[in-house]
């Protein structure tokens, strides 16, 4: 993409994700995540009305009776953003693709983390780490998010969640709020270690997704191509049978992911390129509040 080109892009999208941050998500965000940063501090005896998700299991086995983590507010935030850059992101069918959708969302996030004066750092991932961007904080280091967003090219097409969650884990010594936006179209499972990272991490998984992936259209003989791994096949979509496998397989999926995540205790939202996903991440953060 040509320089000129590319800044026409940044500014475009910075004014319209900040713009949203500053006036929509700026009490949400506050609400739902900054509390959510909190440093370990001591163990007390659980008390009606308690979070069951403090209780302090290793101490509560020890003492025969519950006890619970008592955690100190830190004063500021880091905030992780975990991009999926995969091939099967370069896919859209109505006016708008889905890296186009995960850019937006990212670049709201990013803007509403430094308005509440939190550091974001990202890493973008296929099925390895493609980039990371320390957390830092700034306009100067939101701008070169947002250029890199708009213009970063991965070297592989595969996707694999569980490697970044890994990465996550093992790179970010502090406990930080991650926002995990894919499409996760993942052939490996990545549920162990979603659940290590959300022990150390506050993870919140956002699903980009387009309606065309949910169920084929009627139009005959149909050639499709896995944009991940290059693979073609001839599908013949007149056939009411073909049409009912796929959508019972895109449902099989969708449940199996969202298990995953239920399981895990991990915050989500599914938000299709099509709908409005402001008002998808306000429910998001109201949830959390």
Same mark, same amino acid.
Request: with cysteine; aromatic share 12%; glycine share 6%.
């Given at each position: 993409m040509e320089t000129s080109e590319l800044l026409k892009k940044v500014r475009r999208?910075?004014?319209?994700?900040?713009?949203l941050s500053?006036?929509?998500?700026?009490?949400?965000?506050?609400?739902?995540?900054?509390?959510?940063?909190?440093?370990?501090?001591?163990?007390?005896?659980?008390?009606?009305?308690?979070?069951?998700?403090?209780?302090?299991?290793?101490?509560?086995?020890?003492?025969?009776?519950?006890?619970?983590?008592?955690?100190?507010?830190?004063?500021?935030?880091?905030?992780?953003?975990?991009?999926d850059v995969s091939g099967s992101r370069d896919f859209g069918s109505v006016n708008v693709m889905k890296k186009e959708v995960i850019t937006e969302i990212a670049a709201t996030l990013a803007f509403s983390a430094i308005q509440n004066n939190d550091?974001?750092?990202?890493?973008?991932?296929?099925?390895k780490i493609? +980039? &990371?961007?320390?957390?830092?904080?700034?306009?100067?280091?939101?701008?070169?998010? $947002?250029?890199?967003? !708009? =213009?970063?090219?991965p070297q592989d097409t595969k996707t694999d969640i569980?490697?970044?969650? +890994? &990465?996550?884990t093992n790179a970010i010594k502090k406990?930080?709020?991650?926002?995990? $936006?894919?499409?996760? !179209? =993942?052939?490996?499972?990545?549920?162990?270690?979603?659940?290590?990272?959300?022990?150390?991490?506050?993870v919140v998984a956002i699903q980009v997704y387009?309606?065309?992936?949910?169920?084929?259209?009627?139009?005959?003989l149909m050639k499709i191509k896995d944009a991940e791994t290059g693979s073609e096949r001839w599908i013949d979509s007149s056939s009411a049978r073909v049409r009912e496998a796929y959508k019972e397989w895109w449902n099989r999926r969708q449940a199996a992911m969202n298990d995953s995540f239920k399981k895990c205790r991990v915050d989500s939202v599914s938000i299709r390129t099509e709908d409005d996903y402001v008002k998808a991440l306000i429910a998001l953060f109201d949830k959390r509040s």
């Open positions: 999208i910075e004014i319209k994700t900040r713009g500053r006036n929509i998500f700026a009490g949400q965000y506050h609400s739902a995540f900054k509390g959510r940063g909190m440093a370990f501090s001591e163990v007390r005896e659980y008390q009606y009305g308690d979070d069951i998700r403090d209780i302090d299991w290793n101490v509560t086995a020890r003492y025969v009776r519950p006890y619970i983590k008592v955690f100190e507010e830190e004063r500021e935030l880091t905030v992780m953003l975990l991009i550091k974001i750092g990202v890493v973008f991932f296929s099925d493609e +980039k &990371f961007i320390p957390p830092q904080k700034g306009k100067k280091h939101i701008l070169y998010i $947002i250029r890199e967003l !708009i =213009d970063f090219k569980g490697q970044v969650l +890994k &990465f996550l406990r930080c709020t991650t926002f995990l $936006i894919s499409d996760f !179209i =993942d052939k490996e499972g990545f549920k162990d270690a979603l659940t290590i990272a959300n022990r150390k991490h506050d387009d309606r065309r992936e949910t169920e084929l259209p009627s139009v005959g």
